[in-house]
C-alpha cells in the first residue's frame, strides 16, 4: 500500500481553539440512543466516547532497550516517508523478540524526553451504514476513513482523513486539533474533511459522520539507520464499540513496515523467521467485524485468524489455542506473556 503523509509535530506545543460550535453526539447501545460526548459549549470532553477501560499496557523492556535512540528531527531526516509501500504483520512475541538480535544492528527508536513508547487513542468516524467500512471490504478504489488521533503522552490531537487514491496510493491528511475537542466533530473539523474529499474525488462527501469506535495502543516506532524506511510497533491494543470492548492478546504484537518498494530491511529480518505480511489489516475494519458491528466480514478473516479472534454469528469469539484473547488472562499473566 502506498501511503503520503506528514510527520506529526509530538513534542511541539499545541494551541487552543477559539468558540466551538455546538455539537451532540452519541453511540446506540441495546437499541437505544446513549449520550457518547458532551455538547461542546465551553465544557468540552474529558470522557471516553464508549467503554474502553483498559489500563496502559507495558510494553517488554527488551523491545525498547536495546536500541540506540533518535530525536524526531533526526527520524524525519532519514525517513519522512511521504510516498511509501506498507506492509503489515501479526507477530508472537516470542518471534518479534528473536527479531531483535537483527533489528538492533539496522535501526535506531524514536525517543523524546527520555520516552520511547507512546500512547495514541483513535476515535474512527463512519456513519449509520457504515460506509468506510463496506468500501473496504468491497475493494472500492474511491474510498476514505475519518478518525480522530490524540498522542496522550504529547498532548496532541490530529483529525485525520485517509484516502485512497485511484493509483493506489493513500494519502493522509490532518488538521491539528485542541486535545480537549478528542472525538467531537465539530464545523471546522468536519469542513476539514469535506475539503479534503472534495480536492481529490472532484466529488462532494455526504456522509453524516458519528463515532463508531474507539481504539488505544503503545507504538514503539524504529528508522533505519541509513535511512528510507520506518517501523511501528503496536502492543496492548484495545477497541470498543456500541457493543463492548476487547483487548488483544499481549502476546500479539502488530508491526508495520513502511519502505520504499514493500521489501525493506525489516521485511528481509520478519521473512527469515517465517512471517509473512497480513496486508488486509486495517485496524479498524478489523475491530469493527471482531466485535460484530457489521454483517460481513470474510475479506478480514486472515487478519481475525493471526490475530486469535473470529466473531461467530451470535457475537461469541473463536480463538485459537495458542493464541488465547487477553480477556481469559490476568492482567499479569498477560505481562509475563510479553
Known sequence: ???????????????????????????????????????????????????????????????????????????????DMLDRRDNKYVVRADVLHQATSELVQQFDILEIDGKRDFTYDTCYFDDAERSAYFDHHKGRRIRCKVRMRKYVDAGLCFVEVKLKHMRGMTIKERLQRPVEMYGIMDDKARRFVESSYRDLYRREFDRELRPAL????????????????????????????????QMIDGRLILVEVKSGNANGIADKILRRLHQHPTNTCSKYCVAMAALNEVSKTNKFLVALRRLGVVPTSGGAWLAKPSRPVVGAMSEHRQLEAC
Open 1 to 79: 500500500m502506498f501511503t503520503k503523509e506528514s510527520s506529526y509535530p509530538i513534542g511541539d506545543s499545541i494551541m487552543r481553539a477559539g468558540h466551538q460550535s455546538p455539537v451532540l453526539l452519541t453511540a446506540e447501545s441495546g437499541g437505544e440512543a446513549a449520550t457518547a460526548v458532551k455538547i461542546a459549549t465551553g465544557q468540552p470532553n474529558m470522557q471516553p466516547l464508549f467503554s474502553l477501560q483498559a489500563p496502559h499496557s507495558t510494553v517488554p523492556r527488551w523491545l525498547i532497550e536495546p536500541f540506540h535512540p533518535v530525536s524526531l528531527e533526526q527520524l524525519d531526516a532519514k525517513a
Open 214 to 245: 474507539e481504539m488505544r495502543y503503545q507504538r514503539v516506532t524504529l528508522v533505519a539507520k541509513h535511512g528510507g524506511e520506518r517501523v511501528t510497533i503496536d502492543t496492548g491494543i484495545v477497541f470498543a464499540g456500541k457493543s463492548g470492548s
